[in-house]
């Protein structure tokens, strides 16, 4: 049974607390990512997707230089580097989430996404329920969690 540390992501880009929101778009563009974890140390206190940049950040006409924590998204649903592949494909697509951070006693260890799951071929039809489930969601209503 493959589990998530299998196939998370490691080498994670990440944001502080005292960084900006300005630097939080610099990152996302130069790296071609939309999702940061944002950590104190090596502890997860939240995320920030490109998402929250434009409906918490600028669409409320928040400056760049305001801090990261005016965006972040602090109750975040994380998984153990134990879980199955399996239960992991299965959280997202019933949580409709894209990305999951991994996580061991507060500490960020990776990140698994959808594109993990349909990249190693592992549970494809899952992950490309998931995807389907939510692209159908945000086309329906905002949402301001994922």
């Known amino acids: 049974m493959r589990k998530v540390s299998d196939i998370m992501t490691t080498d994670c880009v990440t944001v502080k607390p005292q960084d900006n929101i300005y630097e939080c778009a610099v990152l996302m563009k130069k790296h071609d990512i939309g999702f940061l974890p944002v950590v ?19 669409a409320e006409k928040h400056p760049g230089s305001e801090s ?16 199955s592949v399996d239960e992991a494909g299965q959280l ?10 991994v996580v061991r006693g507060g500490e960020l260890l990776g990140v698994v996404s959808i594109g993990d799951l349909a990249m190693r071929e ?3 039809s899952e992950a490309g329920e998931a995807l389907s489930a939510i692209s159908e969601q945000e086309h329906r209503e905002p949402s301001y969690t994922h």
């Open 40 to 58: 104190e140390g090596s502890k997860l206190i939240g995320v920030i997707t490109d998402r929250d940049l434009v409906i918490r950040g600028y």
């Open 122 to 124: 592992i549970f494809v």
């Open 68 to 83: 990261v924590m005016t965006v972040l998204t602090e109750e975040v649903e994380t998984i153990s580097p134990d879980l």
């Open 92 to 101: 997202m697509a019933a949580r409709q989430i894209r990305r999951l951070p």
